[in-house]
């Protein structure tokens, strides 16, 4: 079974573009939630969504946008990018929503976006 | 509020000794509690994780991890260090209502030295 694809790998931008990143899910999960990743905040979360719905938000701010289509890819977007928002962005997978015994998250390597 | 805390940056350990990644964590209500890995360039891989039952969970690579309710402590333990073991360490919560989000740690780099 494959696993979380990320694309693309590596983007860079320059200060008040907008970019979109994407996320193909494991086969089957329903749920793909997104993170921010950077040296001095760690692992943030952004949103998270199922059945093409945002389930829950972060405390980011309205730039960053995302959407689930219905074969549950989901595309995150930014806009009016500025340097702060470099970072690696991940995406996760589940089956479902929540935490079951069996509702891993299933990480995809990230995009890593470098704003100039 | 949720939270969780990774008190060490960077931990050291010789190949061969037991290691100990720290781990607190503040939730209310019972936690969903998980260990993730990262490799250079390379997204989370999930290792183990506390739902409940057992206090001593046992996961991927040799590593388990010991839940502590009175101390609020989640701490991932490993008896023999490999190496290979050298990563970055998240330790995450999470709350039982089904909305609840996952909180990371910053994170805790484990060294191995050979």
């Known amino acids: 079974k494959a696993g979380v694809t990320q694309t693309p790998r590596y983007l860079i931008k320059t200060r008040g573009q907008q970019v979109t990143l994407s996320c193909s899910p494991i086969s089957g999960h329903r749920s793909v939630s997104w993170y921010q990743q950077t040296p001095g905040q760690g692992l943030q979360f952004l949103f998270e969504?199922?059945?093409?719905?945002?389930?829950n938000k972060g405390n980011f701010p309205g730039r960053f946008s995302g959407r689930q289509f219905s074969n549950s890819r989901s595309e995150m977007n930014v806009s009016t990018l500025e340097l702060g928002d470099s970072a690696l962005y991940l995406c996760a997978s589940s089956l479902s929503l929540g935490t079951g015994a069996y509702n891993e998250q299933f990480f995809g390597p990230g995009t890593r976006l470098t704003v100039l | 509020a949720q939270s969780v805390a990774q008190p060490e940056d960077q931990v050291n350990v010789a190949e061969g000794n037991p290691l100990t990644v720290k781990c607190t964590y503040s939730v209310s209500g019972n936690p969903y509690l998980f260990w993730y890995v990262q490799y250079p360039n390379r997204g989370l891989q999930f290792l183990l994780k506390y739902i409940t039952g057992d206090n001593l969970v046992k996961g991927s690579y040799g590593f388990e991890a010991e839940f502590n309710k009175s101390q609020t402590s989640f701490h991932l333990k490993k008896p023999s260090a490999l190496v290979s073991d050298s990563a970055l360490y998240f330790c995450?919560?999470?709350?039982?209502?089904?909305?609840?989000?996952?909180?990371f740690g910053k994170g805790t780099r484990l060294h191995i030295l050979p």
């Open positions: 969504y199922f059945s093409e719905t945002q389930r």
């Open positions: 995450a919560v999470r709350g039982m209502n089904r909305d609840d989000k996952i909180i």
